[in-house]
């Protein structure tokens, strides 16, 4: 089993920076990607970023995100930076480990405006 340990969210000011991370621990042998959902409310969840293989960021985040992994550490890291109102969500790490995904529990992120 894994488990996936997120910190860093908040509220801060449009124009705002926030980092957030993301730990794996457990029984783990390999860790395929790593990545981040959002789900703002009435909205269905969708990808942000993700970290495999390849780097893939969404549209919206792109130039503003930055996604970096510490694989020593099976530690995923999110900086926003630019964040704006629309990036309001609940953040949710995943991760594909050993042919499995697991989701973390979110944290909120809120960008005022």
């Known amino acids: 089993q894994v488990q996936l340990a997120e910190s860093g969210g908040g509220l801060v000011q449009s124009g705002g920076s926030l980092r957030l991370s993301c730990a794996a621990s457990g029984s783990i042998f390999s860790i395929n990607a790593m990545g981040w959902y959002r789900q703002a409310p009435g909205k269905q969840r969708e990808l942000v970023a993700q970290?495999?293989?390849?780097?893939n960021y969404a549209d919206p985040v792109k130039g503003r995100f930055t996604i970096s992994r510490d694989s020593a550490k099976n530690t995923v890291y999110l900086q926003m930076n630019s964040l704006k109102p629309e990036d309001t969500a609940v953040y949710y790490c995943?991760?594909?480990?050993?042919?499995?995904?697991?989701w973390g529990q979110g944290t909120q992120v809120t960008v005022s405006s």
């Open positions: 970290i495999g293989s390849r780097t």
């Open positions: 995943t991760v594909v480990a050993d042919g499995r995904g697991y």
